[in-house]
């Protein structure tokens, strides 16, 4: 059987299972649904995803995941297949046989990722090698760290007077390299913003500074919406410096342009202290009125009226 879900005109669409299913149960031919996670806050993933993770038999989850979120899916199989201190748990051919393999034997496999998974997620790989091998398919988007993660720092990535546009460029290509946008970037007046782009800090400095964009302020943001982010803000020519002060490496997101300014200007506005590159007044101040107690019960569980497919 396929699942399906009314829109609001009454057109049915593939979707994702009713929560609860037994083992076995998620049609004939298996089903993946990949899942944005979003950029680490656990309280930043969507109600779509809770319902994907509420109905999974399997979850395969990757590194910049929360194992938090993994309350969500109480009876699912949890395999990590992320990356930590360099190393791989599984290669990318070895990842798409196991979505094929745990979906034709358990059902739904649900495959959890950071952020956004069609935002250098390879999600739309994974999705292709699925559909290619039987199985049904669905993607749950996800807020994506290249936005997010800025904006959790006052940082947006366009501005009225300051940048039109932006750019989302991934620092490391295939073949280990800094992409050749960088460069056209750094010809540009928006905003650039660079994931995966740590190690090519001192290349990406250089564009910029042949580019004649010294005092270009960028920050570089460490570990995005969690407890233990850490925060750099300079400009081209002293960023460096301010990585070796911090301590600052992967995973972070490096954001160049005027925007970056806003940020200072919004802690000035609000009399908040920024100690070390962090939000020390702001945000705590804000937590005890709209952050929830969170308990494992209602991780576990939503309202039936919040499972996906129910009425």
């Known amino acids: 059987m396929e699942f399906q879900n009314k829109n609001r005109d009454g057109s049915v669409r593939v979707g994702?299972?009713?929560?609860?299913?037994?083992?076995?149960?998620?049609g004939a031919r298996g089903l993946l649904t990949v899942v944005g996670a979003g950029p680490g806050d656990v309280?930043?993933?969507?109600?779509?995803?809770?319902?994907?993770?509420?109905?999974?038999?399997?979850?395969?989850?990757?590194?910049l995941v929360d194992t938090e979120l993994l309350e969500y899916a109480p009876q699912a199989e949890f395999i990590f297949v992320g990356k930590r201190r360099g190393c791989y748990s599984y290669q990318q051919e070895q990842i798409n046989e196991l979505i094929v393999s745990r979906a034709k034997s358990h059902g739904h496999v649900v495959r959890l990722?950071?952020?956004?998974?069609?935002?250098?997620?390879?999600?739309?790989?994974?999705?292709?090698?699925?559909s290619a091998n039987g199985l049904q398919v669905a993607m749950v988007p996800g807020i994506s760290s290249c936005l997010s993660v800025p904006a959790a720092q006052n940082i947006p990535v366009t501005k009225r007077g300051s940048a039109e546009s932006f750019w989302v460029i991934t620092g490391t290509t295939k073949e280990h390299k800094l992409s050749n946008d960088v460069r056209?970037?750094?010809?540009?007046?928006?905003?650039?913003v660079i994931l995966m782009g740590m190690s090519k800090l001192p290349q990406i400095v250089e564009l910029f500074k042949k580019e004649g964009k010294s005092e270009t302020p960028i920050a570089i943001i460490q570990n995005g919406t969690r407890a233990n982010e850490k925060v750099g803000v300079g400009t081209i020519s002293s960023i460096e410096k301010e990585v070796e002060k911090q301590e600052l490496a992967n995973p972070a997101i490096i954001i160049i342009g005027e925007v970056v300014r806003h940020r200072q200007a919004v802690l000035d506005l609000q009399g908040v202290a920024d100690a070390g590159g962090l939000l020390v007044g702001l945000r705590r101040n804000l937590e005890p009125e709209f952050k929830p107690t969170r308990s494992k019960k209602t991780l576990q569980v939503l309202p039936k009226s919040f499972v996906y497919g129910s009425k």
């Open 16 to 26: 994702i299972p009713p929560s609860g299913l037994p083992a076995g149960q998620a």
């Open 43 to 63: 309280e930043l993933i969507t109600l779509k995803a809770i319902k994907a993770l509420q109905s999974a038999n399997v979850v395969l989850y990757d590194s």
């Open 113 to 130: 990722k950071g952020g956004d998974p069609f935002v250098f997620g390879r999600g739309s790989e994974e999705m292709e090698y699925a």
């Open 184 to 192: 056209l970037a750094a010809k540009s007046s928006a905003t650039v």
